[in-house]
T-cell receptor, first 114, second 112 residues
């Protein structure tokens, strides 16, 4: 079974530029999560989708971050404009259902904002 | 106040010894608790989850939960150098869509 795919793996941009990350969850997984992990910290949930609907986006900085999962499969997370403090690893995870205990994480995208 | 707290470490243990990791949580509504292992530069992988008070064993790993004290722990028996990693504790509330709230992680170093 293929795991969660993410791209790109690394991205370096200047502040005020925009960037987009892509995630393809495990086939058949209805729930998709985006986490932000700053160096030395645990992951923080940004947004959770159940199919193509948003379950929780309470910690998503909506003035600059947006995410979509239009067809209920893959998802895109965008930052516009980026700030220095957005430098982090962006992790995508998926689970079979939102009631499932196990979340499977992708390899992450390491973003550096200069 | 952080919702899930862990000692950042590093916790240094000799090979073959028991590593004991602790985690406390503040939200009494938390129902399920998870231990993830994260190697440097890699993504987290689930080791165990526990939702009932008491102990749960899986191979060399034992998770312990005490809801009255809001305390979760992970024991790693017969520690191996390959166990050197950061261990993340997370809590979830089913009614909140099983959203995971992570602690900051404890770095474990197993010395040969």
């Amino acid at each position: 079974e293929a795991g969660v795919a993410q791209s790109p793996r690394y991205k370096i941009i200047e502040k005020r530029q925009s960037v987009a990350f892509w995630c393809n969850p495990i086939s058949g997984h209805a729930t998709l999560y985006w986490y932000q992990q700053i160096l030395g910290q645990g992951p923080k949930l940004l947004i959770q989708f159940q199919n193509n609907g948003v379950v929780d986006d309470s910690q998503l900085p909506k003035d600059r971050f947006s995410a979509e999962r239009l067809k209920g499969v893959d998802s895109t997370l965008k930052i516009q404009p980026a700030k220095l403090e957005d430098s982090a690893v962006y992790l995508c995870a998926s689970s079979l259902e939102y009631t499932s205990y196990e979340q499977y994480f992708g390899p992450g995208t390491r973003l550096t904002v200069t | 106040q952080k919702e899930v707290e862990q000692n950042s470490g590093p916790l240094s243990v000799p090979e073959g010894a028991i590593a004991s990791l602790n985690c406390t949580y503040s939200d009494r509504g938390s129902q399920s608790f998870f231990w993830y292992r994260q190697y440097s530069g890699k993504s987290p992988e689930l080791i165990m989850f526990i939702y009932s008070n008491g102990d749960k064993e899986d191979g060399r790993f034992t998770a312990q939960l005490n809801k009255a004290s809001q305390y979760v722990s992970l024991l790693i028996r017969d520690s191996q150098p390959s166990d050197s990693a950061t261990y993340l504790c997370a809590a979830s509330i089913k009614a909140a869509g099983n959203k995971l709230t992570f602690g900051g992680g404890t770095r474990v170093l197993v010395k040969p």
